[in-house]
């Protein structure tokens, strides 16, 4: 391979982040991380030197301080090729496997998404989301490109820095919670705070400084009896202190009600003991009595994370003592096998489990990807619930067997409910709690042993959520109330239209709008809904309806030709017409909206003046059948400026993006302008209705031309039309 000139900087980084990868990877890998970096070099012919080390930081990141391998270093390099189309998929393949292809796929979905709009935006959050649950790697890379950004933000416009901050907060910050991460968590929360709050940091981290030297010289004296005990009885282990985080102070200083002075335990003692195996939590423990020997532990502030880890993989016996001076001392007590994953999270279970995910870790990203398998459920609350399910409080249950849950604080009997099976949530009336019984309500506490109670004849309501707290249970929740609406909906559909049938009434479309206007109903399935739960009256209904065709009595005028003007328009639905015919009140049938250039035709209704139809309107042959002498001839007159407002109905296979991609094919044409769009999804497939504003029949036709060549739409076609 020709020799690379290589700026020294670069030089140095590289040789760097090989260093810091031949602790985790063997020479073989070595030289595939090589071949990365030498891709980028010769066909990345757009890549600058800068962000060539900006590749290198982050690789830096990923391996010192996030602990992963050869896989993700290799994605890290080649993320910028792929971004830019330079290099193609079966390249990657060839060289550098499946896995580093699959990895690089969801990293550059992410960029396509940042890319469209902001993050926080629904449709693009829950697309981010299915991206970081494809496989955790993709998430960490993602977090270490974003630490990298936050460490540099002070380069970045005050627009670019506060989007970041609003970011970091919203998504990064309870992922790398999420995952474990804690040193990268504990700085993206200053780094956010720093541009946030910047008078409080700054304020706050003067106080620090000013009051280090103090700090320092109180720990050497607090440590001193614990490390020469520790000594004297053999056990080997090292000892770190840190100050406690901007961040994390500020938290107490806001909860306490406090000032700086009066935060005592800004600052935590860890020690790291030199133990593996089955000897871990004994040992542990042993160290544990001797500091209790030394200084008064409080007993409410122990916290026994060795015995039943958090779900992030967290392990550690912590608890807080009074030290010299009557000062409450955090300390933290964990072998070098807990330190480490404390400090990398998930990365580092695979380090100790034999190189495979953890199993929790899988069990979290299932329980993602089933969350997001449900359409119905917005992207907000969906945000707003894995953030409660991200909080640092935890609760620790058991099922009637002895298995342990773990869920978090909070978290109710109905929560436990769903969390053992879907079905066992979805029929719980309640359960019993250390032998009592319990409504689904009950907020579960650490220990308390759970059994369900089902019946076969519940079933989930509304109000249910505002009783579950977790992701799982408030999605399934939702999902069943759509789908019950949906079933509710068709039931009240049929019921409608036997009951029509009978009547010997048609029941069409214009007399559904009729009845959403008579009780207030915005959508129709809402009215079909609330005729399926007897809401209204059947009667009153009929009566309704036919008092509205009563209307329509017979007063034959002459047949003559009414020429309709496109021209100026009164509002939405009332034009003027050609002054031969003057005086004439007419609109535009709803069930059809005719479009300039359609044939049409006028049925002369009582109180609405002329109704102006396409001819191919199904109401309209209706009408031509059953009252021939109210029709009147119609014709457009000359083009003019006007739009018109007509419906679209759309089918095809569902398609996550297809609102998206629909709104792009309307925007591209200037002659069009998009007034509404729903789509509804079942079973693999949607279906919805479009409002568009044309000028004339030509540009609809073009317009449905254009939507039918979207991938996934299998028909286009005018809304309450004989099928064209």
Known sequence: MPEINISREIQTKYR??????????????????????????EQGQNVTDQELIRLLDIGLIVTSEIGLGRTSVICVMLHRLVETGSIEDEAIRSVFGEKVLQILSGLRSISRIYAEHPVVDSDNFRKLLLSFAEDVRVQLIFLAEKLYDLRRADMFSVEARKKLVQETDYI????????????????????????????????????????????????ANFIAPIVEEFNNRGIKFKVKWRTKTIASILNKMRKKQVEFEEIYDIFAVRFILDSLGAEEKADCWRAYS????????????????????????????????????????EVQIRTERMDEIAEKGFAAHWKYKGGTADKMLEDWLAELRDILESPEVGAVDLLDDIKINLQDKEVHVFTPAGDL?????????????YAIHTEVGSKCVGGKVNQRNETLRYVLKNGDQVAVLTSNNQQPN???????VTSKARNKIRQFLTEHSRAQATMGKEMLSRRFKNWKIDLTDEVIHSLQQRYKYKFAIDLYQAIAEEKLDMADIKDFVTKEKENVHATPPAQEEIRVLPG?????????IDRNVDNVVY????????????????FVSIGEGIKIHRKQCKNALDLQRRYPYRIVQAQWTNEGVSSYQTVLSILGREDAGIVSKISEAIAKDPKVTL????????????????TVLVGNTDHLSQLISRLKRIPGVLRVFRHDSVKE
């Not at 260093?19 to 070099?41: H, P, W």
């Not at 790398?176 to 804690?182: F, I, P, T, V």
């Open 16 to 41: 760097a982040l090989l260093k810091s990868c031949r602790n985790i990877i063997t020479t073989e890998d070595i030289q595939l991380v090589r071949k990365a970096f030498d891709t980028v070099r």
């Open 172 to 219: 990064y910050i309870p992922f790398a919670h999420r995952l474990g991460l804690y040193n990268i968590k504990s700085e993206m929360e200053d780094r956010a705070l720093r541009y946030r709050e910047p008078e409080i940091y700054e304020q706050i981290s003067r106080k620090l400084e000013g009051t280090r030297e103090a700090r320092e010289k109180y720990i």
């Open 290 to 329: 001797i500091v209790a020997d030394k200084y008064t532990p409080n007993p409410q502030r122990l916290r026994d994370w060795i015995s039943v880890p958090k779900s992030n993989g967290y392990e550690s016996l912590q608890t807080t003592v009074l030290g010299p001076g009557n000062r409450w001392v």
């Open 405 to 417: 849950k773990t869920l978090p604080a909070g978290a109710t009997l109905l929560d436990f409910a």
């Open 462 to 468: 509304a109000d249910w959520l505002n009783v579950a």
């Open 568 to 576: 100026r328009a009164v509002n939405e639905d009332v034009l003027l």
């Open 587 to 602: 609109k535009f049938a709803r069930c059809c909206n005719p479009v300039f250039g359609d044939d049409i035709l006028g």
């Open 675 to 690: 007034r509404g769009l729903s789509i509804n999804s079942n079973e693999g497939t949607f279906d919805g209705q479009i």
